[in-house]
């Protein structure tokens, strides 16, 4: 078990660029969520998919994020533009058995907007 | 608002001792999990306790609910210089969603 993988694991560019940021969650598990991480406010969930399909996106801040799932091995989180206040890290985890069960999570990306 | 919050914020003690977190929550829940984080990694689910449970025990970790009060105790025995990391408690709020508390930072000294 490979665990839920997550790329790139460290990501800086310049205020304005889109970033993309990428994830494979744990094969058979059918909820796919997106956190954000920061001192500040602590682990906020963005959006969450069951089967591939956007459940719950309220936590998405503003229309500059966007998240995908074209299959059950894929999924992405888009910012564009980026703005320096994105800067987090933003967390990749799956579950097997539903929305409030555990979750497993992976080592995360480190977003740096400059 | 946030569901859960944790006391203390930091905790320090030597190798051997017991470690004590609260965790608070606002509303009612169907469960209560504990995470732990270590330094840059993501987080790894420790314990869920159900909401018609009152105490579970996993190895050195003893959580306890008491849905009167809307508290979580994790009490760590015998702590090892590798508990240290942060750990977090997470409701299952009336949405159904996990809300993640701020989190305990534990210094384990050898």
């Known amino acids: 078990d490979a665990g839920v993988i997550q790329s790139p694991r460290h990501e800086v560019t310049e205020m304005g660029q889109e970033v993309t940021l990428r994830c494979k969650p744990i094969s058979g598990h059918d909820y796919l969520f997106w956190y954000r991480q920061t001192m500040m406010r602590g682990l906020e969930l963005l959006i969450y998919f069951n089967n591939n399909v956007p459940i719950d996106d309220s936590g998405m801040p503003e229309d500059r994020f966007s998240a995908k799932m074209p299959n059950a091995s894929f999924s992405t989180l888009k910012i564009q533009p980026s703005e320096p206040r994105d800067s987090a890290v933003y967390f990749c985890?799956?579950?097997?058995?539903?929305?409030?069960?555990?979750?497993?999570f992976g080592d995360g990306t480190r977003l740096s907007i400059l | 608002s946030q569901q859960g919050e944790e006391d203390p914020q930091a905790l320090s003690i030597q190798e051997g001792e017991n470690a004590t977190m609260n965790c608070s929550y606002k509303?009612?829940?169907?469960?209560l999990q504990w995470y732990r984080q270590n330094s840059g990694r993501g987080l790894v689910h420790l314990i869920l306790i159900r909401s018609n449970e009152r105490e579970k025990h996993s190895g050195r970790l003893r959580v306890t609910l008491d849905t009167s009060k809307k508290s979580s105790s994790l009490l760590i025995t015998a702590s090892r210089a590798a508990d240290t990391a942060s750990y977090f408690c997470a409701s299952s709020g009336n949405t159904g969603k996990l809300i993640f508390g701020q989190g305990t930072t534990l210094q384990v000294k050898p």
């Open positions: 509303t009612s829940i169907n469960n």
């Open positions: 985890a799956s579950s097997l058995y539903g929305v409030d069960q555990p979750q497993h």
